[in-house]
């Protein structure tokens, strides 16, 4: 069974910074794509950032300069450093991992999703 923990949540002061943390196990072979996702009161989930299995990232253009997404292939692992926190940051951030994973001999692929953690900024 394969899985994601996220981590690193909790609540900032405007201009504060923040790290999230998101570790994948289970029985892993390969991990493509992984990112991290934010859902607002009432607004629809958007995707943050995304780092592929090379090292190639996306941001969202809110978050772009601020935020850094950064992966540890060897521990299955994704983190997202935060700066410069504003207000509007407030939101549940979730990970996502396009995962293959081995069951009974065979290899199959998923995207999976974290619980998601709390991020608060205060003005």
């Known amino acids: 069974q394969v899985q994601l923990v996220e981590s690193g949540g909790g609540l900032v002061q405007a201009g504060g910074s923040l790290r999230l943390s998101c570790a994948a196990s289970?029985?892993?072979?390969?991990?493509?794509?992984m990112g991290w996702y934010r859902q607002a009161p009432g607004k629809q989930r958007e995707l943050v950032a995304a780092?592929?299995?090379?090292?190639?990232?996306n941001y969202a253009d809110s978050v772009k300069g601020r935020f850094t997404i950064s992966r540890d292939n060897a521990k299955n692992t994704v983190s997202l450093q935060m700066n410069s926190l504003k207000p509007e940051d407030t939101a549940v951030y979730s990970c996502?991992?396009?995962?293959?994973?081995?069951?009974?001999?065979?290899?199959?692929?998923?995207?999976?999703w974290g619980q998601g953690t709390q991020v608060t900024v205060s003005p």
């Open positions: 996502n991992a396009e995962i293959i994973y081995i069951n009974g001999g065979g290899y199959y692929t998923n995207a999976y």
């Open positions: 289970g029985n892993i072979f390969r991990i493509n794509t």
């Open positions: 780092i592929t299995r090379g090292g190639s990232t």
